[in-house]
Every structure is written in structure tokens, then in C-alpha cells.
């Protein structure tokens, strides 16, 4: 599901025929100065005769086994090169499996019409062979429908239209793979949604590159979501994404946690109402993880679903809330209770953003990332326990791996359980306690990092007192969080009784069923349901501030 950048040497082109796949293809190796590849020409070398006579003495079964193992060989071969594939190639899983570990899958495309004339002119196509005009460009189309779950497949299209030689197209494909040099991994939902996340620095400076593979840059009419106080910090920044997008407007919510509500919401909605957005708009999210659920619900929402991307420009929202496609508003009656499942179209993380970033707001993050060490990965935890100092100056490589494993850590939970049915509660370890230090602060006192944080310490104890967690366990998770910062107490009195009535508005309460996620050893958390009241009380003790 989730694939490494390191080994991605080759680039490999499907699309329709006469979508420019060899032109363009051999053009980009050129440029490259690597080895062009074209399969269905190596297999009809490989056999001594031409695919048809393949095809018709040997049937399709021996020519796709063919395929196959070519396409596996020069997966394993370490020099680079650009290998254009026939047809039906993505047909086979296992050939998607070989060229995704090994290589950028690009779809090149031009419209059935520009196709329907280039295959005319040179008359060579059997599968084309003797139809009048008409019925050429449709049986294009029936094609192009038929096929699209192949295309799909790829990490990005690009146009080969009529308008552009192949150099440009090619030299169009160098710009966007020095972008997609910073892809790290996808997001694959178990509903079959699949989008990247990219990591690295100075990414939102070529944004236009991955609007560009998304192909809503000709098409839709692009809106910046992003809060009053990131639009001073990053005005730069913001300017860049905007201009990259057509030059697009702007929308600003007011910061802050108290904003995510309904009344904010409407005021987007109202806001693109008022300036004729219509389904084909794409909202791009440049702010923390408070707009990103606003905006990603507003995109949900708006005109029954437009799509959008993240931005995130906090370490948290980079870590865990722009992915995963869970976007929501508070209620008054409790957090996130009106939301839905929606995924992005792309994330991207540019380190560069974190440069503005408060202290206290780098920790929050931090503590999302400790959490999916306790729950899932006993050498993540033990990496952060060796990498204190380095995370502490923000080392960059050291966070790129932090945001990485994360990410990829969600990507893996999601992809099981997009709709938390199952396994992707465990990523709400220290939320229900959490949630209600927020919601007892008035959501004023705490980020959602930090009350997250003194959640997995409360959530903790309650499980070394129901005797499932070692006190010596208890006390590595909170060692390595003081040793990040983060605080070892509530800065307020915890009121027990108006806690537990807090956590039962939690979404994560079922129906006359208090569930908790709960530690049994550091990498591994367990769902519980209705434990004792009493542990549950006592547990806050270990937050609870001193009497002086
Ligand atoms: N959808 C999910 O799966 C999920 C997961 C975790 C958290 N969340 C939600 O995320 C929210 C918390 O996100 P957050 O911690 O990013 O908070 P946030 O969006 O409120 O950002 C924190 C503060 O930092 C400011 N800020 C953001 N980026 C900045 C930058 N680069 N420079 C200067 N200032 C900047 C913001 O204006 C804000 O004041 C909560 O509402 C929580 O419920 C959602």
C-alpha cells in the first residue's frame, strides 16, 4: 500500500493508443539519457513474430504471461530507464505491484478526438481498422471508458495534446517528477480511494506541477481556505499558492479551535456562493488541522462534494488530521460531532511551513507522534527515545521521518478501516480523555496535541490500574513525553464529575457502552469497553494538578 520513493529509478507510460506513449517516451529518455523501452516491440523481438500472429497462434493467455515476466525483469534491472507498456499491461495486479515498487507509472492522454484524428492519419491500429469517422471517435470513447480503471492506476496524468511537440510534453514531465521526487506515500482507502502525500521543503513553491497531474488546473476554479493568523504568518507562502492557481481568491476563517463551527462554516459556503463556484471548484487548505476539517467538511458538503487538497501547515495536521479523510465541526453538545468521511485529492507536507510555527503548537504535533509509537510501533517509539536532542532543534531529515512513518502509519490504519468499524479507533488512544480536558477548557487552555498528550498519560494509568499495562511501561510512554516537553500535568483542577460526563458525549462512546483505547505494552493498544467507573476517576489523578 505504501511504497518508498528510493527505489522508484524507471518511468513507465500507459495510456490509449496514439496517446504519444513511444513519441513521447523516447523524447524523455533522450533528455534523460536512459534506455527507451518499448514492451509490445521487446515481446514481438523476444518471440520472433508480431503481437497479432502472437495473439492468434498462441492466444492471449501466453502473450500476457509474456508481459508479464518482461515487465517483472525490468522492474528487478537497477538501471534506470523509460519503458512504455501495451494496452492491457495494468490488467495484470502483479505488473502494477512490480512497476509501483519500481518506478513512476505516468498516463498520458489526449482528448478522443485528438486521438480519432492522429490513429486516421496513420492508419496502422487493426483494432481501428476500416470504421468511418464516427464510428472510430465512439468506439474511442467506449474504449477510454472501458479502460479508465487501468489508467487509474497511475501516480499522475499529463496532456500530449496536439498543441505541444513531445520536447515540451517531456520537458512538462521533468518539472513535475522534480516534484514527485518529494512523494513519500499513498493513501490507499478500503473503499478504494487512492492519493499521495508528498514530504519535503519549499514544496508549495511548485505547487502549479501537482495541480497540473491532477488535471483540475484547466478545468475547476480554485479557492485557498486558510485562517487569519497563518495568512499573516505565511503571506508569502500564500501568495505562491494562489498564483500557481489561477490566481485564485483567498477565503479566510478566524483561528482558533472555538471557530470550528457550523455559523464559520456557512460563511464559506455563503462566501462561494456569492462568487459562483460551482461543482467544478477545489478548495486547497493552507492552514492547521482546525480549517483543514472545516474546509475538507465544506468540500464534503458544498454543492453535494468538490474535491480538495491539504496543505497543512501545522506538524499536527501533517501527521494525522490531513490524512485519513476525516473532516467535521464542533457542536456545542461535544467535538467533531458533525462531520463525514471525505478524502483529499493530495497532501502535501512543505516543511518551510513549520518555520512560523509557535513552540507549544511543534509539541502538539510531536505528541500525535508519540501516540502512534505507543500504539503501533515499538522501534518508531524506540527511535524517538534515541532522537531527543535532534527532534527537539526540528533536524529536518529527523522530522521528515517522524511525519513519514506517521503518515504512513495512518495510511496503513485507514487503509484497513477507513471508517473506523474496527482498527481505526485505536488511533483515538488518549482522544477520549483528551477531548474532555478540551472541551472542560473551553477549548481555550490546551491545542488538541497537548490535551491529546496529558490523554495518553490519564489513559495509561487507567490501564496499569485495570492491570493490563506495567507501571514500568507507563512510566517509558511518559518519560520520552517529558523528555519532548510536553507538560506532566493539567494546568487546571480537573472537576472529575464533569470529565466523565464530558467523555460520555464523546463520539467514541457507543450506545450505552463507554469504549477506551487502552496500552497493553508500548506498540500495541487494545479497544475496552465499560471499565469500572472508578478506575476511570482515578485515572485523572495522574494529570491532576498539585495542591499547594
Ligand atoms: N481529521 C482528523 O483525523 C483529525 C485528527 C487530529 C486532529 N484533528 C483536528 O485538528 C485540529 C487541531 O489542529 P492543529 O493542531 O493543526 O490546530 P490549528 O489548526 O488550530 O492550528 C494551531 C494554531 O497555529 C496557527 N498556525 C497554523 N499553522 C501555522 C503556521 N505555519 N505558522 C504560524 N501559525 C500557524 C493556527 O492559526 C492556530 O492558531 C482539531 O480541531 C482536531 O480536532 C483532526
Request: with cysteine.
Amino acid at each position: 500500500m505504501n511504497s518508498n520513493n528510493s527505489n522508484k529509478k524507471h518511468i513507465y507510460f500507459t495510456g490509449f493508443m496514439a496517446s504519444g506513449k513511444s513519441r513521447v517516451g523516447r523524447c524523455l529518455a533522450e533528455r534523460l539519457n536512459v534506455q527507451f523501452i518499448d514492451t509490445d516491440t521487446l515481446i514481438a523481438e523476444n518471440a520472433g513474430k508480431s503481437i497479432s500472429e502472437i495473439f492468434a497462434e498462441d492466444g492471449e493467455a501466453v502473450f500476457r504471461k509474456m508481459e508479464k515476466d518482461l515487465i517483472q525483469t525490468l522492474a528487478e534491472d537497477s538501471t534506470p530507464k523509460v519503458i512504455s507498456l501495451g494496452g492491457g499491461a495494468l490488467s495484470q495486479e502483479c505488473i502494477v505491484e512490480a512497476i509501483r515498487s519500481s518506478g513512476t507509472l505516468i498516463r498520458l492522454w489526449a482528448s478522443p478526438e485528438v486521438l480519432s484524428e492522429r490513429i486516421a492519419r496513420k492508419n496502422t491500429r487493426p483494432l481501428m481498422a476500416g470504421l468511418s469517422d464516427e464510428e472510430r471517435l465512439a468506439k474511442i470513447k467506449t474504449m477510454l471508458k472501458e479502460r479508465e480503471c487501468w489508467y487509474s492506476k497511475a501516480d499522475f496524468s499529463v496532456e500530449s495534446s496536439n498543441d505541444y511537440p513531445e520536447y515540451v510534453v517531456a520537458e512538462k514531465i521533468i518539472q513535475i517528477l522534480k516534484f514527485w521526487k518529494s512523494y513519500a506515500l499513498s493513501v490507499e482507502t478500503s473503499s478504494g480511494e487512492r492519493y499521495p502525500i508528498f514530504i519535503g521543503k519549499n514544496l508549495l513553491s511548485h505547487l502549479g506541477c501537482l495541480l497540473e497531474t491532477t488535471g483540475l488546473i484547466k478545468t475547476h476554479k480554485f479557492l485557498v481556505c486558510t485562517d487569519t493568523t497563518v495568512a499573516k504568518a505565511q503571506s508569502r507562502t500564500l501568495d505562491k499558492i494562489r498564483r500557481q492557481a489561477s490566481d485564485c481568491p483567498v477565503f479566510k476563517f478566524r483561528a482558533g479551535e472555538i471557530n470550528k463551527t457550523l455559523s464559520s462554516l456557512n460563511q464559506l459556503y455563503s462566501y462561494m456562493l456569492h462568487r459562483e463556484f460551482g461543482r467544478k471548484s477545489c478548495l486547497l487548505q493552507f492552514s492547521g488541522g482546525v480549517v483543514g476539517d472545516m474546509a475538507g467538511f465544506g468540500a464534503a458538503t458544498y454543492q453535494r462534494g468538490i474535491p480538495f487538497i491539504q496543505l497543512p501547515t501545522t506538524l499536527l495536521s501533517m501527521v494525522d488530521s490531513s490524512v485519513g479523510g476525516k473532516v467535521a465541526v464542533n457542536h456545542p453538545a461535544g467535538k467533531n460531532m458533525i462531520g463525514a468521511f471525505y478524502q483529499p485529492k493530495a497532501v502535501v507536507c512543505d516543511l518551510g511551513a513549520l518555520a512560523t510555527l509557535a513552540e507549544n503548537e511543534i509539541q502538539a504535533g510531536i505528541a500525535e507522534i508519540v501516540k502512534y509509537g505507543v500504539i503501533y510501533d515499538l522501534d518508531f517509539f524506540a527511535y524517538m527515545e534515541s532522537h531527543i536532542e535532534q527532534i527537539k532543534e526540528k533536524n529536518e531529515e529527523v522530522l521528515k521521518k517522524l511525519i513519514h512513518r506517521s503518515c504512513s502509519i495512518k495510511a496503513e490504519v485507514v487503509g484497513i478501516d477507513e471508517k473506523e468499524n474496527g482498527l481505526r479507533a485505536i488511533l483515538n488512544y488518549g482522544h477520549t480523555f483528551g477531548h474532555a480536558i478540551e472541551k472542560l477548557s473551553n477549548y481555550k487552555t490546551y491545542s488538541h496535541g497537548i490535551a491529546v498528550s496529558l490523554g495518553m498519560r490519564v489513559a495509561a494509568r487507567a490501564a496499569v490500574l485495570l492491570g493490563i499495562f506495567s507501571e514500568a511501561e507507563e512510566k517509558r510512554q511518559n518519560d520520552l513525553l517529558n523528555a519532548l516537553g510536553l507538560p506532566e500535568k493539567a494546568c487546571f483542577e480537573i472537576d472529575v464529575n464533569a470529565a466523565w460526563q464530558a467523555m460520555g458525549v464523546d463520539k467514541k462512546a457507543e450506545k450505552n457502552n463507554r469504549v477506551y483505547i487502552l496500552p497493553t505494552c508500548i506498540g500495541h493498544v487494545e479497544k475496552i469497553s465499560n471499565i469500572p467507573e472508578d478506575i476511570v476517576r482515578n485515572a485523572w489523578s495522574v494529570i491532576q494538578k498539585e495542591q499547594v
